[in-house]
C-alpha cells in the first residue's frame, strides 16, 4: 500500500514557518505530485491563507484552536476527508505557534488511518534573535521552543544577517547540545535547498516508522480480540518514554471494541457500539518497536491457544 507522506512544519509565531510552507509548494510545482496543505490557526480568521495560491493544492483550515488540544476531533475528520477525497502523495501541516510536536503527532496519528501515512519529519523554524533573547519570554514559552527544538529532525535558524558570528556560533552550539541528531541550518527567509529536507525519515519495517532523531511511531493491527488483565500487564512494564498510545482494541469478553487511551501512563476505555479497524498507535523515544509487537503478538497467541 502507498503511504502518504507528512511534514510537519513547527516554530514559535514569526519564525518562518509560511515562508518555508511557500518553498515547499514551490518545489512540489515541478513535480506531478498531488499536494495537500493544512494549516492550523488560532484566531478564528485565517491570516497565511493566501500563501496558497495554486489551484491544484488541496487546502484545509483549522481556525479557533490549537491541533493539538481543543480541534483534534476536526483535524481528525478533516485529515481523514483529505485522504478520501483528495487522495494526495504529500500533506504539509503548518501548525500554531503553540503547538508541542509530541502533541501534533498525537493529533494526527488517527487509528482509523496511521498506517496509511508516512511522517517524513518534524522540520523547526526558529527566529535567531528571539532564541538568543529567550529569556525575557515567559517560563512557558521558553519550555515550549526548547521542546519544539529538541524534537525536531530538521533546525531552520532565520534572521541569520540580524546574528553576530559569535551569536551564530552560540545558537548552533546550544541547539546541537539540546538536540545532537537533528541538522541545524542558518538562513534568511527560510532560504534552504529543498532536497535536504525530501531525504528526511526512513521506514525500517512496514508498520513503523523512524524519524532521525529518537521520536518514532509505530502502530500496531490487532487480528482478534485479547485478555484486558494480561494488556494492563503489558502496560505496566511499558518504558516511561512511551508517551501517547490510542486506538481500538478488543476484549475476549466483548463483542464490540473499546477506544483506548494512554497518556501520562493513565490508561483509559471507553466502550464503542460500532466495529473499527484494530489498530493501535503508539509514539515514543528510544523504543525498540520490535519488542513492543513481539509482546503484542504474544497477547494474541495467548487467547487463540486457550
Given at each position: 500500500?502507498?503511504?502518504?507522506?507528512?511534514?510537519?512544519?513547527?516554530?514559535?509565531?514569526g519564525?518562518?514557518?509560511?515562508?518555508?510552507?511557500?518553498?515547499?509548494?514551490?518545489?512540489?510545482?515541478?513535480?506531478?505530485?498531488?499536494?495537500?496543505?493544512?494549516?492550523?490557526?488560532?484566531?478564528?480568521?485565517?491570516?497565511?491563507?493566501?500563501?496558497?495560491?495554486?489551484?491544484?493544492?488541496?487546502?484545509?483550515?483549522?481556525?479557533?484552536?490549537?491541533?493539538?488540544?481543543?480541534?483534534q476531533?476536526?483535524?481528525?475528520?478533516?485529515?481523514?476527508?483529505?485522504?478520501?477525497?483528495?487522495?494526495?502523495?504529500?500533506?504539509?501541516?503548518?501548525?500554531?505557534?503553540?503547538?508541542?510536536?509530541?502533541?501534533?503527532?498525537?493529533?494526527?496519528?488517527?487509528?482509523?488511518?496511521?498506517?496509511?501515512?508516512?511522517?517524513k519529519?518534524?522540520?523547526?523554524?526558529?527566529?535567531?534573535?528571539?532564541?538568543?533573547?529567550?529569556?525575557?519570554?515567559?517560563?512557558?514559552?521558553?519550555?515550549?521552543?526548547?521542546?519544539q527544538?529538541?524534537?525536531?529532525d530538521?533546525?531552520i535558524?532565520?534572521?541569520?544577517?540580524?546574528?553576530?558570528?559569535?551569536?551564530?556560533?552560540?545558537?548552533?552550539?546550544?541547539?546541537?547540545?539540546?538536540?545532537?541528531k537533528a541538522?541545524?541550518?542558518?538562513?534568511?527567509?527560510?532560504?534552504i535547498?529543498?532536497t535536504?529536507?525530501?531525504?528526511?525519515?526512513?521506514?525500517?519495517?512496514?508498520e513503523?516508522?523512524?524519524?532521525?532523531?529518537?521520536?518514532?511511531?509505530?502502530?500496531?493491527?490487532?487480528?482478534?480480540?485479547?485478555?484486558?488483565?494480561?494488556?494492563?500487564e503489558?502496560l505496566?512494564?511499558?518504558?516511561?518514554?512511551i508517551?501517547?498510545i490510542?486506538?481500538y482494541?478488543?476484549?475476549?469478553?466483548?463483542?464490540?471494541?473499546?477506544?483506548f487511551?494512554?497518556?501520562?501512563?493513565?490508561?483509559?476505555?471507553?466502550?464503542?457500539?460500532?466495529?473499527?479497524?484494530?489498530?493501535l498507535?503508539?509514539?515514543?523515544?528510544?523504543?525498540?518497536?520490535?519488542?513492543?509487537?513481539?509482546?503484542?503478538?504474544?497477547?494474541?497467541?495467548?487467547?487463540?491457544?486457550?
Open positions: 500500500m502507498k503511504k502518504v507522506e507528512v511534514y510537519i512544519l513547527s516554530g514559535f509565531l519564525s518562518g514557518k509560511t515562508s518555508l510552507l511557500k518553498r515547499l509548494l514551490e518545489d512540489e510545482q515541478k513535480s506531478a505530485r498531488k499536494v495537500a496543505v493544512m494549516m492550523n490557526e488560532l484566531g478564528k480568521v485565517s491570516i497565511d491563507s493566501d500563501a496558497i495560491s495554486d489551484d491544484d493544492v488541496a487546502l484545509k483550515e483549522l481556525l479557533g484552536g490549537c491541533i493539538c488540544c481543543s480541534i476531533d476536526k483535524l481528525e475528520a478533516q485529515l481523514q476527508g483529505l485522504l478520501i477525497d483528495e487522495k494526495p502523495d504529500v500533506i504539509y501541516i503548518e501548525t500554531t505557534g503553540a503547538a508541542h510536536p509530541v502533541e501534533v503527532l498525537d493529533a494526527i496519528l488517527s487509528p482509523l488511518f496511521a498506517e496509511k501515512l508516512i511522517i519529519g518534524i522540520i523547526t523554524t526558529v527566529d535567531g534573535t528571539r532564541w538568543i533573547n529567550r529569556k525575557a519570554l515567559s517560563p512557558q514559552l521558553q519550555q515550549l521552543i526548547l521542546e527544538v529538541r524534537h525536531a530538521f533546525i535558524i532565520n534572521k541569520m544577517n540580524e546574528l553576530t558570528e559569535g551569536q551564530q556560533a552560540t545558537i548552533t552550539f546550544e541547539m546541537q547540545a539540546l538536540n545532537s541538522r541545524c541550518l542558518l538562513t534568511n527567509y527560510s532560504q535547498s529543498v535536504l529536507l525530501r531525504n528526511l525519515s526512513v521506514s525500517f519495517d512496514k513503523s516508522q523512524r524519524i532521525p532523531l529518537n521520536l518514532t511511531t509505530f502502530v500496531y493491527q490487532f487480528k482478534q480480540s485479547i485478555s484486558q488483565t494480561e494488556f494492563e503489558f505496566k512494564g511499558l518504558p516511561d518514554t508517551y501517547r490510542k486506538g482494541l478488543k476484549f475476549d469478553y466483548s463483542d464490540q471494541p473499546f477506544l487511551q494512554f497518556s501520562y501512563g493513565m490508561p483509559l476505555y471507553m466502550r464503542e457500539y460500532m466495529n473499527l479497524p484494530l489498530n498507535v503508539f509514539i515514543g523515544e528510544n523504543i525498540e518497536w520490535a519488542q513492543i509487537q513481539a509482546q503484542l503478538s504474544n497477547l494474541e497467541k495467548e487467547v487463540k491457544n486457550r
